[in-house]
T-cell receptor, first 114, second 114 residues
Framework: AQSVTQLDSQVPVFEEAPVELRCNYS??????LFWYVQYPNQGLQLLLK??????LVKGINGFEAEFNKSQTSFHLRKPSVHISDTAEYFC????????????FGTGTRLTVIP | IAGITQAPTSQILAAGRRMTLRCTQD?????MYWYRQDLGLGLRLIHY???????GKGEVPDGYSVSRANTDDFPLTLASAVPSQTSVYFC?????????????FGEGSWLTVV
């Protein structure tokens, strides 16, 4: 089975500052990795995903993440955040075979301070 | 484009009562899912359906049942609600059931069992 650890439950950051949200995974098999964003009172929306190929993945809203197999990490970054980036961010993992079952981390609450 | 529609949006339910959360998607996706979201636990898979006519158990299936009579609808039933089932429930879907397929989420149903 797979699991995900999001090391920070809350990350406050000033507007226009860079941010990194950390995600580490555990799996005995090769994985696919995802970042989802949840705005207040809404469902989750895919930011980006890593399936194969380049380890640097670019997503929507200026976010990117880097897959690091040796460190089993998939940290999310943005060079300059906006107020509108305030949301909950979830890292998720699935195996590369079998059912399409995502295992989610507990989430990181990003608060952008004006 | 409606995407995934969940009903009700919110509900307060007496313990012991039966409740069905409805989910309809208009994207003709083959696979559908039900997740519950709890503070500090992230999202956990309750049940899934890889295609119409089939269902499977996720991480936390106890106390819940599902059916998939057609492609569009995937209702979740709580046969006899208990307070520990107080949660936000998300219906989701993907084009196919295989891993790596992007999962799309509904807006959620807030359920309080008292």
């Amino acid at each position: 089975a797979q699991s995900v650890t999001q090391l920070d439950s809350q990350v406050p950051v000033f507007e226009e500052a860079p941010v990194e949200l950390r995600c580490n995974y555990s799996s005995s098999v090769s994985v696919y990795l995802f970042w989802y964003v949840q705005y207040p009172n809404q469902g989750l929306q895919l930011l980006l995903k890593y399936l194969s190929g380049s380890t640097l993945v670019k997503g929507i809203n200026g976010f990117e993440a880097e897959f690091n197999k040796s460190q089993t990490s998939f940290h999310l970054r943005k060079p300059s955040v906006h107020i509108s980036d305030t949301a909950e961010y979830f890292c998720a993992v699935s195996g590369q075979t079998g059912a399409n079952n995502l295992f989610f981390g507990t989430g990181t609450r990003l608060t952008v301070i004006p | 484009i409606a995407g995934i529609t969940q009903a009700p949006t919110s509900q307060i339910l007496a313990a012991g009562r039966r409740m069905t959360l409805r989910c309809t998607q208009d994207m003709r996706h083959n696979a559908m899912y039900w997740y519950r979201q709890d503070l500090g636990l992230g999202l956990r898979l309750i049940h899934y359906s890889n295609t119409a006519g089939t269902t499977g158990k996720g991480e936390v299936p106890d106390g819940y049942s599902v059916s998939r009579a057609n492609t569009d609808d995937f209702p979740l039933t709580l046969a006899s609600a208990v307070p520990s089932q107080t949660s936000v429930y998300f219906c989701a879907s993907s084009v196919e059931a295989g891993p790596g397929n992007t999962i799309y989420f509904g807006e959620g149903s807030w359920l309080t069992v008292v």
